[in-house]
């Protein structure tokens, strides 16, 4: 819980410095930043609901890569990085924990209701990122692709380490390390078509991204 929470509030600074960047985009940024804000208080409330307290110290170790980032392309002023890294890692692997959450949500208080509107606000969001990448890179789709597995690269390594580190509590509350990394990697393939990429140029994109992180995944499970 505590990687959701302290997660949100990472995509919140996340929106905050893409309005920073952009003033033609700065209202709706921030109005997504004040969504995640809220995302990461529900979720608060509900794990304080089921007695549980976050690890902070665990979610800022396994969080540290995404805010170097963050940092890194707001000091370069590179609005396209940011979008992608918000679009493509932060929110995806969102969308790909809280969908399977939603599932077993009702054993615990005050979870079904936090986690499924935080569910479709991450939709809406990926949904505008997409538009706006699609719209800025129509006819540029190398050139995108490019940035996308530069900004991208680290952080799908980083997010199969915490999916490792994570497989324990996972497994407790019925849900699947593998399966989430998966479910990361369909979304990825399919934001990848959403901003003009061909399906099968899309595949082979998430195939050499994804693969070293199943297989390491798997390795560690086995082992």
């Known amino acids: 819980m505590g990687l959701a929470i302290f997660g949100e509030k990472v995509a ?56 170097e980032q963050v940092d890194r392309y707001s000091a370069e002023r590179d609005f396209d990085a940011l979008a992608i890294l918000q679009g493509f890692i932060v929110e995806s692997l969102a969308i790909a924990t809280y969908e399977p959450f939603l599932a077993i949500a009702d054993r615990y208080p005050g979870a079904t209701e936090a986690f499924s509107t935080a569910l479709a606000d991450e939709r809406f969001h990926v949904d505008w990122i997409t538009r706006y990448l699609r719209l800025r890179y129509f006819d540029r789709t190398g050139e ?30 019925g849900l699947s390390g593998a399966d ?19 399906q099968r140029a899309a595949l082979k994109n998430v195939t050499t991204l994804f693969a070293p992180l199943l297989v390491r995944y798997q390795r560690e499970r086995a082992g």
């Open 12 to 67: 919140a600074r996340t929106y905050v410095a893409m309005a920073e960047i952009r003033d033609e985009h700065a209202e709706l940024l921030r109005k997504f930043a004040g969504m995640e804000a809220r995302h990461g208080a529900s979720f608060l409330a509900a794990s304080r609901a089921n007695g549980v307290e976050p690890d902070r110290e665990f979610a800022d170790g396994e969080l540290g890569y995404l805010i």
């Open 144 to 173: 995108f692709l490019g940035l996308a597995e530069r900004v991208n690269v680290q952080g799908i390594d980083c997010v199969g380490g915490t999916l490792m580190n994570i497989a324990g509590h996972l497994d407790q509350v």
């Open 180 to 198: 989430c990394a998966a479910g990361m990697l369909d979304g990825y393939a399919a934001l990848l078509e959403d901003v003009g990429l061909e």
